[in-house]
């Protein structure tokens, strides 16, 4: 896409209307509802519509810098809850449900070999011998049926109910850990490594502080973009990311003051400044900013000194998560040459994190914004 596209004009309002990309489906969330449309495995759409106990928030939690922390915490349980509705919705269920079938019957089929082998026949004979035991015990039963002694006629069915929450929690608790792992510890240990390597990367004062911060900082931003484009590469993360850009178009259209029909959105750019994508940029370029005042060394043990500016890392985060939420909803509401440096970064990882949506996807954006887009305005900022 030409940059002529990626800059079209500027848009009649700005809207604090936006959205998330799920499993087969997009989420839309406005000042006062959320709604979601979703893709059943047969085509079907499905859209559901909440209201937001966010939009009754009140006091201090409004209070810059404390309504991005208090925004992020909302955002990801409204996202996350929203991600395991569509992955019922989706047939997600089904398909992980289906996998554990065909898990017990390989696992039942090498038992039966082990079995059939032992007893020096074929599998085909030792199933010929059960199904003719399991008759004669049929059998038995009807004749003389006890509480007791009685087979049971039902096969239990398997639990799955809380499977999804299961493999879900599990899924957040790991990425938590993960994003921990390479986002905190290993961009310090390879600072570490490299005072190893040039020992004169390592001392103390403001010099040493700023070589530090920088040195993380772009390690954490490189492996931001080869997570992304690696993700990327897989089938199912792509159809998300083609979501992602249905999402983003819609809402450019919105903001053009067009109306919301296929033809409409698909002439947008895929590129907003307003996104998740420019959020977690901008946290990772004032974190480098926060990090210029955090001494370079806090301990002299090396892996102790890992630790520690962990530690302070994480208890740094809801201050950088503030900074970063102000900033990009500043990017958003306004457009001059401040913001469009400050977006520029998250702008390019969208060429990575979003992708062209085909008809369909489009249609589930504009069903889920058309639910929430307000009767009295008060989405615009």
Known sequence: MSN??????????????????????????????????????DGEMVVEVSDLKSADRKGFLKWPVVRGVVGFVDSMTVGYQAMMRSAELSGLDEAIE???????????????????????????????QEAAEKETEAETSAEAPTEESAPAVKEEKKDTSGMMTGIMVVALILGLGL??????????????????????????????????????????????????AAVALMKDIKRTFMYHGAEHKTIFCYEQGLELTVENVRRQ?????????????????????????????????????????????????????????????????????????????????QHITTKEPDDSMIECAIAAVKEVIPEDGSDNW
């Open 4 to 41: 002529k596209k990626e800059n079209a004009s500027c848009p009649l309002k700005k809207t604090s209307i936006g959205g998330q990309a799920l499993l087969e489906g997009i989420m839309m969330r406005g000042p006062k509802k959320s709604a979601m449309a979703v893709r059943r495995p």
């Open 98 to 128: 289906e996998e554990e079938r065909e898990k017990a019957a390989k696992k039942t089929a090498k038992e039966q070999a082990k079995k059939a082998k032992k007893l020096g026949i074929t599998v085909e004979e030792l199933a010929a």
């Open 179 to 228: 994003a921990m792992l390479l986002f905190k510890v290993l961009p310090e240990s390879i600072y570490e490594l490299l005072t190893w390597a040039i020992p004169s990367l390592e001392g103390e004062g403001y010099w040493f502080n700023l070589i530090r911060a920088a040195i993380t900082g772009v390690v954490k931003i490189a492996i931001m973009v080869a997570y992304m």
């Open 269 to 349: 750019s895929r590129f907003h400044p307003r996104c998740g994508t420019s959020f977690l940029i901008l946290m990772l370029l004032v974190s480098i900013v926060i990090n210029m005042f955090i001494p370079a060394t806090l301990v002299d043990h090396k892996i102790l000194n890992i630790i520690a500016r962990t530690g302070i890392g994480l208890l740094t985060l809801p201050f950088i998560m503030g900074i970063g939420y102000e900033l990009i909803r500043f990017a958003g509401r306004h457009d001059n040459l401040f913001t469009r440096i400050i977006s520029a970064p998250g702008v390019w990882l």
